[in-house]
Structures are given as C-alpha cells and as structure tokens.
C-alpha cells in the first residue's frame, strides 16, 4: 500500500472515547509552505432502489443547478481513503452522524454500504490553504466529531431542495452558479454553537470558520451556509477537480495522481 504510514495528530488529554481526526501526512500535499483540504463527491448507486438514500440521490440530481452528478460530499485532510461525512445513517461514535468513510472498506460505514463500490463513483477536489487554516479546520472538525449533540437537520435538507427548486426554475444559467450566486447579506450565518448539519453543510461550516478566503466569499455574497448542496462545494472559488474513479479503484487513483501529478494545477 501507498504511503503506508500514518500520524495521529495531538490533542489535549480527552476522556477514553474521545475520537481523533487522523491523517496521513505523506499522502498530504505540501507545497512551498502550503498544504490542501480535499473533498470527495460521491455518485453513488444503490444495492437497493428503494433505500431512502437512493430516492434522495434522484431528488438532488433533478433540483441541482450545478448539473453535477453526486449526491453526497466528504471532508478529508489527506489522500488517503478517509473522509469525513455528515449523514443521515447513524454510526457508532460520540456524533452519531458524522463519521469515516472508506471507499475501499464500505462495511465499516453504514452509509456506504448500502453501495456497490464497483459501480459507484467518486470524484475528489482540492482547496489549497494555509497551514493555520488546515489546522483549525482539522481542530473544528474534530470538535464535531465528539459534538453528541450536532445533529443531522432533514428540515434543513428540505429547504434546500426547495431553494434548488426556485433557482432551477427562476434564475438565470449565470445566476446558478454558486460563484455569481447574490444572497441576501443579513442570511449569513457564522454561529459557534450551530448544532444542525447536512453533508454539504457541514463542509461549509467547516471552511468559513477556517479559510479567510472562503468566509470573504460567504460574507461578501450574503451566501448561508445551511443551503449549500455537495455540487456546490466544487464550485466554491479556490476548488479543483484533481481525479476520479470507482469506490473500488479509489487506491489507484490517488497513487497515479500522487506519482504524475506532483502538485495541483
């Protein structure tokens, strides 16, 4: 295996249960100084049909402006095969719903298994970012992870469904995306004791509480946190597309992007 070794950051002395973040510091990309947080779509395709993930995964490819086909994003700090998620299928840590996901080990995350990872596809983004902000996104993430009481929001999931509804329908193809998208400036919301999370939510919170850049765009387009969709996070200014692949290919990929593409365009 790739870059075999792993390093668990350190962090102040927690009660037995407490979860770290970890991440694989070879697998992460430094360049000059600089380091990246990466996020990774997911098109997933479903053992079963009925499996509410899946009629969600149909309601968000028709209402999505973006034209981009995933129905789920994820926070890693490293190449490796561990993201983070915020989903509606409950894990066993201190967050119910946030919790590690592995495209080659689907059995460990009860969201993913109910995929076929030789069918289902992932699509991996990098944002580049200054060490400081890396690590207070890794510091606020870790904060979540043992939040017992950040919970997933199907209300909010709604409204944002129903948001990508008036702007598919109303807006201009411009207008759409999230880069000349015009909120309304008092929307912007930045609470430290926010507790209510979807996927691409919590990703958002995540980022304007960590890169100056990203809460600048927030704030500068009125833009709220809780009705961004996955797509969008690959649409914020700063994100790049560096590959993709199946569930099941995902070691490969990565290894051919760290072994031919030694830095992001």
Sequence with gaps: MLFSCTTVREFPADPPEYRTVTYNEEKNIVINGETYLFFRNYKGEYTNPLDIHSIFKGLIFWGDVNDIDT???SLGFSLEDDFWGFTLQKGDGINKYLNREYCLDIEKNRYMIRCNPDESIQTVYALKVK???FDKALLLTEKIVNDEDAVYSMKRVLEVGGSEIVRRLFYSKKQKDIQN????????????????????????YVLINSVDSIRNFFEEKGLDYDKITPSDISRIPGVKEIFSSTWSDYDNAAQQFMEFYKKLP
């Excluded at 015009?182 to 912007?188: A, L, R």
């Design 131 to 133: 060490k400081k902000e």
């Design 181 to 204: 998208r015009e909120g309304k400036k008092e929307s912007f919301i930045n609470e430290p004791d926010e507790k209510e999370f979807h996927c691409s939510s919590f990703i958002a």
């Design 71 to 73: 129905d789920h994003v």
